[in-house]
């Protein structure tokens, strides 16, 4: 066990079933191949957030439906890499703790050796709850007893009385969107729902890609509410995150670029989840010039977030050389390679 150079050679020296998703910016299965290439520094960490990739692991023995996971916080470099020192100690704590039995129950000792592991982190209960249900799906298992639930609620179409909802309700129906009868469940309700239930769910649905049909019904609540209601323009935008890269939502997302005024929300999910949809040297220039017209905090906490992104990395460098920049936004860049007093 002392030559194993990779987690996902772990997982499989212990003959483990396994999946993996990244849990920074919203939740996304990783591929085993992505994964190991991340893992071997063959492939940047396409999203990292805040300067480290968030790794659940979820593993189990074929005669278990159970999974153990496991939460990897690890550190990325200045490119995006894996700090493959850090993977090393993380698996080296793994093995002094379990040998080479990841599924057994874990005595106290053994216990006490997997929590001084610096690298495991606790999810919020929001990830924890969806990352919940996308597993269970995976695994062909049953939803919880809130599914039902929230199903119930929709049909009942009484949208007042959601005391009785469920978090893990919200999120089995969105991991289960395109079952049943569900889309049309969520297309007559979208527009009722009170902000206690809309805000949970779009935080869900940013983790799922959408059927066309719901794409297109968002972008429409989205157009007609009113800019004065950024709170929930910004919620029904992070529900369209993991189709940041349809057709559709990636026009939606170019004309909300061309309009005068974004708010900090807005512009805040855009670069956090909607990041994708920054795909051309027109668009990152035009989130930029909106970033300098807010707090002078906001640029530099955002162009720091979005310059680790590998996919926009070179769109940022490419318009900090563009002549065509406003006043305002070479200032700006200039800030940031500016030392601060002491």
Known sequence: ????????????????????????????????????????????????????????????????????????????????????????????????????????????????????????????????????????????????????????????????????????????????????????????GLTHLPFEVLSPLCGALENCPLPVGVIEQVISIIKQIKQTDSDKQQMLLRALASSAEHPFVDQHIAGLLEQQELSDSQLITLCGRCWQAINTPERTMLLLEHLVKHDEALFPAIFKDLVAIPTVRPLLFQCMRAPQRSEALSKAIGLLFTPESN
């Not at 300067?51 to 979820?58: V, W």
């Not at 593993?59 to 995006?80: M, N, V, Y």
């Not at 495991?120 to 062909?140: D, G, R």
């Open 1 to 188: 066990m002392s030559t194993i150079s990779s987690i996902s050679e772990l997982l499989s020296l212990s003959q483990c079933q396994y999946r993996v998703y990244d849990l920074g910016r919203k939740i996304l299965k990783l591929s085993k191949d992505t994964f190991d290439k991340i893992e071997h520094c063959q492939l940047p960490h396409p999203s990292p957030f805040q300067g480290h990739a968030h790794f659940a692991i979820a593993f189990w023995q074929k005669h278990s439906s159970q999974p153990f996971i496991w939460f990897a916080k690890l550190p990325l470099d200045e490119r995006g890499l894996l700090n493959q020192g850090a993977r090393n100690h993380f698996i080296a704590i793994i093995v002094e703790a379990l040998g080479n039995d990841l599924s057994v129950d874990p005595t106290d000792k053994q216990q006490e050796l997997l929590n001084s592991n610096p690298y495991l982190f606790t999810p919020s209960q929001y990830k924890l709850a969806m990352l919940n249900s996308l597993l269970t799906v995976e695994l062909k298992q049953t939803p919880s007893e809130h599914y039902a639930n929230f199903c119930q609620y929709l049909s009942e179409q009484n949208w007042q009385q959601w005391q009785h909802i469920g978090v893990q309700g919200i999120t089995d129906f969105a991991a289960r969107l395109t079952e049943q009868n569900n889309v049309q469940l969520l297309s007559d």
